[in-house]
């Protein structure tokens, strides 16, 4: 079953703080994490989710 709430997503929001710091972005990323589990290029298991807000993470750090 396909999560539709950040609360039903195999992390919370202190999981991801804990990777890109806490402030705004941590909504936005479970917004953009709902929409691709949504879109079927996630599984909602912890270390999926976990992996691809690494990933985000590293990719800002590129870009800054």
Request: net charge positive; hydrophobic share 40%; charged share 20%.
């Amino acid at each position: 079953q396909l999560p539709f709430y950040p609360s039903q997503l195999a992390i919370g929001g202190k999981d991801i703080a804990d990777i890109v710091g806490a402030g705004p972005q941590v909504r936005h990323l479970q917004a953009v994490l709902l929409e691709r589990l949504q879109a079927g290029q996630l599984e909602n298991q912890r270390e999926s989710l976990m992996s691809a807000v690494r990933q985000w993470f590293m990719r800002q750090q590129k870009e800054r």
